[in-house]
């Protein structure tokens, strides 16, 4: 079965470390996304692409980035990690016009000592 | 900039009652798609359902029943019959369609999110 899968699934790191998030789908899917989520703030996007070596930002993209290299993967990288990046992160996937449905990963917590 | 609206943070009933979600949005596109998610405890997010803005007309699924209505920027959730299972936060959320060629859809805009509990 079709799957969007995320690694690792907890994470703990520290102050300034870089720190990359795998997303990984087998929908086939053009579209990915990433998320975070935060208490009182529900999911606030960060970036997301529709195809291979295309990349935008979203809400909350500073100290973010993240590259398409192929249409399965979009890893999420944190540049320089800071405390207020102490979050959950979810990635999802959609499909084509009319099937606008976002498959979400299981999510990845990520704690910034 | 599209919004969404959710203005019961924290809702409890007792087993058995009717309970509903409100749902508020703002966007300035007249096509959008609006969508219910639930997050349970073990903090996986389940879809419920899609909306295109163009279909007004009410859902059912067993026990959920949606209620959009353009006319007051609204699309509010009812579980009937509520159970114990059905303690959750839901989400509401609206996209609005990518505009470049070969379609996509623009990230969701979220809720905050209502947390429900429901007590035996």
């Known amino acids: 079965d079709a799957e969007i899968t995320q690694s690792p699934r907890h994470k703990i790191t520290e102050t300034g470390r870089q720190v990359t998030l795998a997303c990984h789908q087998t929908w086939n899917h053009n579209n990915m996304f990433w998320y975070r989520q935060d208490l009182g703030h529900g999911l606030r996007l960060i970036h997301y692409s529709y195809g291979v070596q295309d990349t935008n930002k979203g809400e909350v993209s500073d100290g973010y980035s993240v590259s398409r290299s192929n249409t399965e993967d979009l890893p999420l990288t944190l540049e320089s990690a800071a405390s207020s990046q102490t979050s959950v992160y979810f990635c999802?996937?959609?499909?084509?016009?009319?099937?606008?449905?976002?498959?979400f990963g299981p999510g990845t917590r990520l704690t910034v000592l | 900039a599209q919004k969404v609206t959710q203005a019961q943070t924290e809702i409890s009933v007792v087993e058995k009652e009717d309970v509903t979600l409100d749902c508020v949005y703002e966007?300035?596109?007249?096509?959008?798609?609006l969508f219910w998610y639930k997050q349970p405890p073990s903090g996986e997010l389940v879809f419920l359902i899609r909306r295109n803005s163009f279909d007004e007309q009410n859902e059912i699924s067993g026990r959920y029943s949606w209620n959009f209505q353009k006319s007051t920027s609204s699309f509010n959730f009812t579980i009937t019959a509520s159970q114990v299972v059905d303690s959750a936060v839901y989400f509401c959320a609206l996209s609005e369609p990518y505009r470049y060629s070969g379609g996509g859809a623009d990230g969701l805009t979220f809720g905050k999110g209502t947390h429900l509990i429901i007590q035996p």
């Open positions: 999802a996937s959609s499909g084509q016009e009319g099937d606008w449905e976002q498959f």
């Open positions: 966007t300035r596109d007249t096509t959008y798609y």
